[in-house]
């Protein structure tokens, strides 16, 4: 749970530094399964630079792109919750 709290916020801190435009980011979707399967990995493992790194290589999404998305939504607070509302219904399912 402690992690949860770390990763919103780590988002909403890091919202603060930059403005992206939506043609260089993950798709919603795609972004929300990423936090899934983030979220899944970290309750079996204890690294979380290579549970993002393993995560991001599946879905075949750089880094920079991945923090451009994470920077663009922490912007849109309103819809980074209702993502993280979401990530969190799927993992209680």
């Not at 909403?12 to 530094?17: A, E």
């Not at 939506?22 to 990995?41: A, G, N, V, W, Y």
């Not at 690294?47 to 750089?62: E, G, Q, R």
Request: glycine share 2%; aromatic share 8%.
């Amino acid at each position: 749970m402690v992690k949860n709290w770390i990763l919103i916020i780590s988002i909403l801190f890091i919202g603060c530094l930059t403005n992206q435009s939506t043609e260089s980011l993950i798709p919603r979707s795609q972004f929300k399964e990423i936090l899934i399967d983030i979220h899944k990995m970290e309750l079996n493992q204890l690294d979380s630079i290579s549970i993002l790194d393993s995560v991001l290589a599946h879905h075949n999404i750089s880094y920079d792109l991945y923090k451009n998305t994470l920077l663009f939504y922490s912007e849109e607070s309103s819809t980074m919750l209702d993502i993280l509302y979401e990530v969190e219904d799927s993992l209680l399912d």
